[in-house]
């Protein structure tokens, strides 16, 4: 089997990483419910992933909200703290552009859409002609369908002179290449566990900057295991935003996760380059979005398709020859629109070798 997509979830997992999986899965009681022992070793594993991610991340532990994936995140960012005009791009994952339509339904907002399709330039110039007035700006660092990194710490720049906030959705870039919350000078950043860190399935983060002192409203309320009385969940962070019981064992399968992510550093650029060389030289196979001379500026994933197939069949055509990609439009129309891809295209997307 060739797996190339990596787009969808990092694979294989690390056998470090299973390991630390299946040995909290013995030894997690429930985090932060009880005093004895398992309960204690629990929560010591869920702060341990804490700590990797904020390192890694460039932030504090409290300011690390654990979430069973990057899709909660966002959800939990962008309806608990961006309210009025908001501003996104016309690449975005389902996962930005739902609750942004879903504000805009219930009349909580204003969608405005700046492109994403241009040079870095052209980007920033299209974000500053609607920024003004705007309350939040949310986008993605990177696309899910094309690998394209937007100049993330240029449009935050720019929302910051503007007062906005920003949330950016870094999902696909986690792992990949570098994603610095205080760097980007972003207020959050949301992440995957699963996709570019290679951790367990169902799990991700929202990450607020140290200097980011909003308390934002809830998505879930529940048990926080502090201030049971109150009738609200409390103002502290992470607590906030994480009611219920947390999954410890795969939290920990996270952990060693970052830790290995932060040992072997970003690599995948030479083998992408190939494949987008060898992609182009195939006849009548058409690439989306990609120039093979500019790919610093893209993750290792590709869109293409071949002319006279539709993309799933062409994807079926793959998988049943021990190829694994993605057709279809990759939960992302607003990408696939920009791009101009009808009906949708094949994804190739390269990861870690374990």
Do not use: W
């Amino acid at each position: 089997m060739i797996y190339l997509d990596n787009a969808a979830t990092g694979y294989p997992k690390s056998g470090r990483v299973v390991k630390s999986v299946a040995k909290a899965m013995r030894a997690c009681g429930n985090p932060g419910r009880s005093g004895h022992g398992l309960s204690v070793f629990a929560s010591r594993k869920i702060y341990e992933c804490r700590e990797r991610l904020a390192l890694f991340f460039d932030t504090e532990p409290e300011k690390v909200v654990l979430t069973p994936s990057a899709t909660t995140a966002l959800n939990m960012a962008i309806k608990g703290f961006a309210k009025n005009k908001i501003v996104t791009s016309n690449v975005e994952h389902n996962a930005v552009y739902r609750p942004l339509c879903s504000l805009e339904a219930s009349k909580k907002a204003e969608i405005c859409f700046f492109d994403a399709m241009g040079t870095d330039d052209e980007i920033v110039s299209s974000f500053k002609s609607v920024i003004a007035g705007a309350f939040a700006a949310v986008f993605t660092h990177a696309s899910n369908v094309f690998g394209r990194v937007l100049p993330v710490s240029r449009l935050a720049a720019e929302a910051k002179k503007q007062g906005a906030i920003t949330i950016i959705d870094a999902a696909q870039s986690a792992g990949h290449i570098m994603v610095s919350v205080a760097g980007f000078g972003a207020d959050i950043i949301c992440v995957a566990g699963h996709k570019g860190l290679y951790g367990p399935l169902g799990t991700g983060a929202m990450l607020l900057n140290k200097n980011f002192g909003q308390i934002g409203q809830t998505l879930l309320e529940g048990g926080a295991g502090l201030l049971s009385f109150e009738k609200t969940m409390p103002d502290s962070l992470p607590e906030r935003f994480e009611p219920g019981t947390m999954n410890a064992p795969a939290f920990s399968g996270l952990a060693e996760a970052v830790r290995e992510t932060s040992e072997a550093g970003f690599g995948e650029r030479l083998e992408f380059k190939k494949l987008i060389e060898g992609l182009m030289s195939i006849k009548n196979v058409t690439l989306y979005g990609l120039d093979a001379l500019n790919a610093g500026e893209f993750l290792p994933v590709a869109l293409f398709n071949i002319k006279g197939l539709d993309s799933e069949s062409l994807a079926s055509f793959l998988t049943r020859r021990g190829i694994c990609v993605r057709g279809g439009f990759h939960c992302a129309p607003l990408a696939h629109n920009s791009l101009g891809t009808k009906n949708g295209g094949v994804r190739v997307s390269l990861g870690k070798k374990h």
